[in-house]
């Protein structure tokens, strides 16, 4: 009797072995995933920065339904993944501009958070393009204070 009180006791100790480390390695899995969303959710705004930054006069001079890609630097940081950063500037009409970043983390090919977003600008009725310095020019403003729209 006390030899299956034993063995009872050396499973119910296994089976409660197990359920711990599945557990612990499922909340590593959710804190992992949860720090990835936040980066990549941060990592927008800053996109949308590097895009207005890096304004041309060849984003000016896009044909009308043309649109060009914009190279940015990956991202990386010491507390957490790299992430992968692209965007587009396309020009819808002749003053309406859509600037969309997409931002990946852990790899392009499956990425464990992603983030899809579209900033719109227009530049006002009879407004030149103002140029700067180093053949830059001066992005159009932003449609409404809140033209930033998700892309899920």
Do not use: C, Q
């Not at 909340?27 to 990592?43: F, I, N, P, Q, S």
């Not at 304004?55 to 630097?73: N, R």
């Not at 965007?87 to 983390?105: E, H, M, S």
């Amino acid at each position: 009797m006390a030899l299956v009180a034993a063995l009872v006791l050396l499973a119910l100790s296994a089976a409660l072995a197990t359920a711990t480390f599945s557990a612990s390695r499922a909340m590593r899995r959710a804190a992992l995933l949860t720090r990835t969303r936040a980066r990549v959710e941060a990592a927008v705004p800053r996109a949308f920065a590097d895009v207005l930054a890096g304004w041309s006069a060849v984003m000016d001079t896009l044909p009308v339904g043309d649109a060009s890609e914009v190279k940015l630097a990956s991202d990386s940081a010491a507390d957490g993944p790299p992430l992968g950063r692209t965007a587009w500037v396309n020009r819808t009409t002749d003053r309406l501009y859509a600037i969309t970043v997409d931002i990946r983390a852990f790899g392009d090919d499956h990425p464990l958070a992603r983030r899809h977003a579209r900033l719109w600008l227009e530049r006002p009725a009879g407004a030149e393009p103002s140029a700067g310095a180093g053949g830059m020019s001066y992005p159009p403003p932003f449609v409404t204070p809140w033209a930033f729209s998700d892309l899920y």
